[in-house]
């Protein structure tokens, strides 16, 4: 198997390992690292079809390089931003639930009562 | 089984396992750690698929300043992990997620065994005009003479996050400096470690932002080795972080964007294009516009970490 496509199916798993925890996790952080590992894997799969492009005594397609560059740094910077909303939230309510009800209040009730 | 393949396969194996870490395991601590390994093994990734350039740039920006911003955040947060995580979602809702990740896994799969080949490629073009910019690395040409609106776009990216950290300030201390700081401790390591790293951080940035024209490094990565710097000062004790209402910390932030802005007009009127450069100039041009970007992008990145202001105007 060459290298391309070796990285290239590695990217693909990561992608999904990472929607996996994205769907999963209830912890907004968690979620935020679950992109970044998203988004690892779309550089990585970019990357493997940039490697594929080598062409006239370059080893690899340099214009999808350079647009992974400014990928990495505008992910940065969605994630920096995610971060700080998520410190505003805590700051605010002083929880970081993405849920409409109270999730210790939630598991009170549902032991008290049987739910309809 | 070649050298060259079982080291491919081992660090895919190794990446897999480390995302795997960092998805499935219970603390976020842990998880965010298990990031920045991550980070780490993808950078021999990029060196693996001769991407230097970008390489580097995952070693500091995507491995190392993400995770510093996640581990700070997971260590704040610390207090409301075990609410967060009373809400995990039932066993149903986890076979769904895993089956649809499976089934995305399964289509770039077959998306990455069925590329066309030979493959499509820009290298030749890139090739035949990169003598025009007069800059030896293709990867400097591509972003800042081919593609250069793309990197203008993104340090407005940068800044527009920036504001949006900034305006998530409370009203009281709006303008004041962001709550990054650590007690000042004369005698601690963290202290001796600022006073011995910080200037070889600051030659071996300024190294790599300038061979960026002709070998593997550049501007963006430069700039975030010298915001580690500054960050390790500011943690340190030995500077405070800067009021965000400072004229002179605006001055240097809008810099870059406005002189590569103001190249990008002088082109329209020299050389016909938005972003052109005339015969002759590229070069001078493109390293006016580095130049000025290297400060402001320093200043962005760190006040990226910094988060929003948090205390008064003069505390």
């Known amino acids: ?116 | 089984m070649t050298p060259s393949l079982a080291l491919n396969l081992a660090l895919a194996l190794l990446l897999l396992g480390m995302a795997g870490w960092a998805v499935l395991v219970r603390s976020t601590q842990a998880a965010v750690i298990g990031f920045m390994v991550f980070g780490l093994l993808l950078t021999l990734a990029w060196a693996r698929l001769d991407g230097l350039d970008v390489a580097l740039t995952e070693a500091a920006i995507g491995g190392g300043l993400t995770g510093f911003l996640l581990l700070g955040a997971a260590v704040r947060l610390r207090s409301v992990e075990h609410r967060a995580t009373l809400q995990a979602p039932g066993l149903a809702t986890r076979i769904l997620a895993a089956l649809a990740a499976g089934s995305v896994t399964l289509l770039l799969a077959f998306a990455v065994l069925t590329l066309p080949s030979p493959a499509p490629s820009l290298a030749p073009a890139v090739a035949e005009n990169i003598a025009m910019t007069q800059v030896g690395n293709p990867v400097t040409a591509v972003l800042l003479a081919f593609r250069a609106l793309d990197t203008l776009l993104e340090t407005l990216v940068l800044v527009l996050a920036m504001l949006g950290i900034w305006s998530l300030a409370d009203d009281r201390v709006w303008g004041g400096r962001p709550g990054f700081a650590i007690a000042h401790d004369a005698s601690g390591i963290l202290h001796y470690a600022a006073r011995i790293l910080v200037p070889i951080g600051v030659v071996i940035g300024g190294y790599i932002f300038w061979i960026g024209a002709d070998d593997p490094g550049g501007k963006f990565q430069g700039a975030t080795l010298l915001a580690a710097m500054w960050l390790l000062l500011v943690l340190a004790g030995l500077r405070d972080a800067p009021r965000v209402s400072s004229q002179a910390l605006r001055l240097w932030v809008v810099l870059g964007p406005l002189v590569f802005i103001s190249v990008g007009l002088l082109g329209s009127w020299l050389a016909g294009s938005f972003l052109g450069y005339p015969q002759g100039y590229a070069k001078l041009m493109i390293v006016t516009v580095e130049l000025a970007l290297l400060p402001s992008l320093t200043l962005i990145l760190g006040l990226l970490i910094m988060g929003a202001p948090k205390r008064e105007i003069g505390r």
């Open chain 1, 1 to 116: 198997m060459n290298t391309a496509t070796l990285f290239g199916l590695c990217a693909s798993m990561l992608i999904g390992l990472g929607l996996y925890g994205l769907l999963t996790h209830p912890h907004p952080l968690r979620k935020i690292l679950a992109l970044n590992v998203i988004g690892s894997g779309i550089f990585l799969l970019f990357g493997a079809i940039a490697f594929r492009g080598a062409a006239a005594g370059m080893n690899a397609d340099p214009v999808p390089q350079a647009l992974l560059i400014t990928g990495i740094v505008v992910a940065f910077s969605a994630s920096a931003l995610a971060v700080a909303l998520l410190l505003r939230l805590f700051e605010v309510t002083g929880d970081v639930s993405l849920a409409n009800e109270d999730p210790a209040a939630h598991k009170d009730t549902s032991k008290d009562r049987p739910h309809d």
